[in-house]
């Protein structure tokens, strides 16, 4: 989504032109006008920022498969219950519980508050 460049209009299909020198952003219309350049900028950036998070997301830790059952017994012996666990990590109490149903893989650092909140070992 943008603006085209060379005309105003706003346009969901943007592509890269080349128009007396200058490198512009054109819709469809306005890119028959200059050369045409092959760079997916868009979709280029698109991928950056999402390997970008999935690679903040990654798992530097191993996690155990009885990770949820751990989290369970850690958390019913600190006798907290989903939303109080929640509230302590700042994560949603159906979340939590996506990890004990092992549904979801925690990020390191919820592995980590999750350990320092109910003082034990999950990795
Ligand atoms: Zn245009």
Redesign the pocket.
Request: overall charge positive.
């Given at each position: 989504m943008g603006e085209?460049e060379?005309?105003g209009?706003n346009d969901a299909s943007l592509v890269s032109i080349e128009l007396e020198g200058a490198i512009l952003l054109?819709?469809v219309?306005?890119s028959s006008l200059g050369k045409k350049i092959e760079i997916p900028s868009l979709n280029k950036n698109l991928n950056f920022s999402y390997k970008f998070s999935s690679k903040e997301m990654s798992l530097g830790l191993d996690l155990p498969d009885d990770l949820g059952k751990r989290l369970k017994q850690a958390r019913e012996k600190s006798n907290l219950t989903f939303k109080d666990l929640g509230l302590k990590v700042f994560e949603k109490p159906t979340l939590l519980q996506k990890i004990e149903s092992g549904h979801f893989k925690p990020s390191d650092s919820l592995i980590r508050k999750l350990e320092k909140v109910l003082q034990v070992k999950l990795h």
């Open positions: 085209c060379v005309c209009k054109a819709c219309n306005c």
